[in-house]
């Protein structure tokens, strides 16, 4: 069964500082997604990419936050500048098209802590 | 502003029953829906999806209908077992995106 691979899978960071966060989709799949999971709270929409750009981003997703597809199969999340708030579980996932197709799939997550 | 309601308080039933869970929508008017199951500390995982212009869906032991007049999705597992005992998520489904709801946990006791 194809994986949706995320690293590291804990990340603990002094706020103020840099974070990226890596995710290899599966491998045919075209749509890349990020989301995040405050502890205890709904899985929240971040980003959506397709083509090498963003389809569509949602308001958490401010100039703090970027994406990048710099290779065939990675695709990160770079956080700038963290905040104590941004720390949440962030779940990478991928699906064969968009609209009215497919499930997506999910990676097993980045626990994000900032202190 | 747009809405999505599952129930937050927790489900118990017994081993064997049929467990039933509600994901109601307000301000949306999804193409699809979908449902995961997400075991904690883990990543949603995808079960179902039904389109708007379908009633039910199933698969296994697991029936989703939908009901775009009512704004209402009901999921159903069927001759539930302990292993079923998870969190499900249901998400609404737009062009560039899903939109999750915050989830239904189910515990389901031998």
């Known amino acids: 069964e194809p994986e949706v691979t995320q690293t590291p899978s804990h990340q603990v960071t002094q706020m103020g500082q840099e974070v990226i966060l890596r995710c290899v989709p599966i491998?045919?799949?075209?749509?890349f997604y990020w989301y995040r999971q405050i502890l205890g709270q709904k899985v929240e929409f971040l980003v959506s990419f397709y083509n090498n750009e963003i389809s569509e981003k949602s308001e958490i997703f401010d100039d703090q936050f970027s994406v990048e597809r710099p290779d065939g199969s990675n695709f990160t999340l770079k956080i700038r500048s963290t905040k104590l708030e941004d720390s949440a579980m962030y779940f990478c996932?991928?699906?064969?098209?968009?609209?009215?197709?497919?499930?997506?799939?999910f990676g097993s997550g980045t626990r994000l802590t900032v202190v | 502003s747009q809405k999505i309601e599952q129930n937050s308080e927790a489900l118990n039933i017994q081993e064997g029953k049929t467990a039933t869970l509600t994901c109601n929508y307000t301000?949306?008017?999804?193409?699809?829906l979908q449902w995961y199951r997400q075991d904690p500390g883990r990543g949603p995982v995808f079960l179902l999806l039904i389109r708007e212009n379908e009633k039910e869906k199933r698969k296994e032991r697991l029936k989703v209908t939908f009901d775009t007049t009512l704004k209402q999705s009901l999921f159903h597992i069927t001759a539930s077992q302990p292993a079923d005992s998870a969190t499900y998520l249901c998400a609404l489904g737009g062009y560039q995106k899903v939109t999750f709801g915050t989830g239904t946990k189910l515990q389901v006791i031998p």
């Open positions: 996932a991928s699906s064969e098209a968009r609209g009215q197709g497919h499930g997506y799939t």
């Open positions: 491998s045919n799949h075209l749509y």
């Open positions: 301000n949306y008017s999804p193409a699809y």
